[in-house]
Protein backbone atom coordinates (compact mmCIF):
# COMPACT_ATOMS: atom_id res chain seq x y z
CA UNK A 1 0.00 0.00 0.00
CA UNK A 2 1.62 3.27 -1.38
CA UNK A 3 1.28 6.33 1.66
CA UNK A 4 2.51 9.63 1.25
CA UNK A 5 2.61 11.51 4.76
CA UNK A 6 3.39 15.23 4.33
CA UNK A 7 4.70 17.72 7.05
CA UNK A 8 6.27 21.25 7.89
CA UNK A 9 3.18 23.41 7.22
CA UNK A 10 2.87 26.29 9.68
CA UNK A 11 1.89 30.04 9.86
CA UNK A 12 4.72 32.57 9.55
CA UNK A 13 5.14 36.11 8.25
CA UNK A 14 5.16 37.42 4.99
CA UNK A 15 9.28 37.14 3.90
CA UNK A 16 9.41 33.90 6.18
CA UNK A 17 10.43 30.68 5.15
CA UNK A 18 9.44 26.74 5.46
CA UNK A 19 10.57 23.45 4.40
CA UNK A 20 7.68 20.93 3.20
CA UNK A 21 8.72 17.07 3.41
CA UNK A 22 6.65 14.46 1.96
CA UNK A 23 8.11 10.81 3.18
CA UNK A 24 6.60 8.05 0.85
CA UNK A 25 6.57 4.14 1.63
CA UNK A 26 5.51 0.96 -0.46
CA UNK A 27 7.10 2.21 -3.60
CA UNK A 28 10.39 2.46 -5.56
CA UNK A 29 10.73 5.87 -4.88
CA UNK A 30 13.87 6.62 -7.02
CA UNK A 31 11.72 5.83 -10.16
CA UNK A 32 8.93 8.32 -10.20
CA UNK A 33 8.41 11.90 -10.52
CA UNK A 34 7.80 13.68 -7.07
CA UNK A 35 5.04 16.67 -7.55
CA UNK A 36 4.01 19.29 -4.70
CA UNK A 37 0.67 20.96 -5.79
CA UNK A 38 -1.73 23.81 -3.77
CA UNK A 39 -4.88 24.38 -3.40
CA UNK A 40 -5.70 27.78 -2.02
CA UNK A 41 -9.78 29.18 -0.87
CA UNK A 42 -11.67 29.55 -3.06
CA UNK A 43 -9.38 28.11 -5.92
CA UNK A 44 -8.41 25.50 -7.90
CA UNK A 45 -5.43 23.02 -7.43
CA UNK A 46 -2.15 24.18 -8.74
CA UNK A 47 1.18 22.56 -9.60
CA UNK A 48 3.75 24.15 -7.57
CA UNK A 49 7.26 21.97 -8.55
CA UNK A 50 8.03 18.65 -9.86
CA UNK A 51 11.38 16.67 -9.65
CA UNK A 52 11.79 13.48 -12.05
CA UNK A 53 13.78 10.60 -11.51
CA UNK A 54 16.89 12.28 -13.06
CA UNK A 55 16.68 15.49 -10.54
CA UNK A 56 15.17 17.58 -13.04
CA UNK A 57 12.64 19.98 -11.68
CA UNK A 58 10.07 22.50 -13.19
CA UNK A 59 8.22 25.21 -11.38
CA UNK A 60 5.45 27.51 -11.17
CA UNK A 61 6.23 30.99 -12.62
CA UNK A 62 5.05 32.22 -9.59
CA UNK A 63 7.58 30.63 -7.59
CA UNK A 64 10.11 30.47 -9.26
CA UNK A 65 13.40 31.76 -7.46
CA UNK A 66 11.40 31.36 -4.36
CA UNK A 67 11.00 27.42 -3.50
CA UNK A 68 13.10 24.69 -3.89
CA UNK A 69 12.02 21.22 -4.62
CA UNK A 70 14.66 18.36 -3.96
CA UNK A 71 15.00 14.74 -3.32
CA UNK A 72 16.86 12.25 -1.11
CA UNK A 73 16.28 8.45 -2.44
CA UNK A 74 18.00 6.98 0.39
CA UNK A 75 15.09 8.50 2.43
CA UNK A 76 12.59 8.03 -0.03
CA UNK A 77 11.53 11.77 0.77
CA UNK A 78 10.85 14.88 -1.15
CA UNK A 79 11.17 18.40 -0.07
CA UNK A 80 10.10 21.95 -0.96
CA UNK A 81 12.26 24.72 0.86
CA UNK A 82 10.44 27.84 0.35
CA UNK A 83 11.24 31.69 0.90
CA UNK A 84 10.35 34.69 0.97
CA UNK A 85 6.78 33.68 1.57
CA UNK A 86 3.60 35.59 0.57
CA UNK A 87 0.37 35.66 1.45
CA UNK A 88 -0.78 33.81 -2.00
CA UNK A 89 1.56 31.02 -0.90
CA UNK A 90 -1.45 30.71 1.38
CA UNK A 91 -2.74 26.85 0.88
CA UNK A 92 -2.79 23.56 1.21
CA UNK A 93 0.17 21.77 0.04
CA UNK A 94 -0.28 17.97 -1.52
CA UNK A 95 2.60 15.35 -2.48
CA UNK A 96 1.55 13.47 -5.67
CA UNK A 97 3.12 10.76 -7.31
CA UNK A 98 1.90 9.95 -10.66
CA UNK A 99 2.09 5.97 -11.68
CA UNK A 100 -0.25 5.86 -13.96
CA UNK A 101 -2.99 4.22 -14.05
CA UNK A 102 -2.77 5.58 -10.05
CA UNK A 103 -2.33 8.80 -8.36
CA UNK A 104 -0.88 8.51 -5.25
CA UNK A 105 -1.52 12.08 -2.83
CA UNK A 106 -0.68 12.95 0.79
CA UNK A 107 -3.29 14.51 3.29
CA UNK A 108 -2.35 17.98 2.70
CA UNK A 109 -0.30 20.28 4.85
CA UNK A 110 -1.81 23.93 5.88
CA UNK A 111 0.60 26.87 4.83
CA UNK A 112 -0.60 30.10 6.16
CA UNK A 113 1.55 33.36 5.56
CA UNK A 114 -0.39 36.01 7.22
CA UNK A 115 1.12 39.61 9.26
Known amino acids: QVQLVESGGNSVQPGGSLRLTCTAS????????MKWYRRAPGKQRELVAGIDSGGSTNYLNSVKDRFTISRDNAKNTVYLQMTNLKPEDTAVYYC?????????WGQGTQVTVSS
Open 26 to 33: GLMFSGYT
Open 96 to 104: NIPAPPWDY
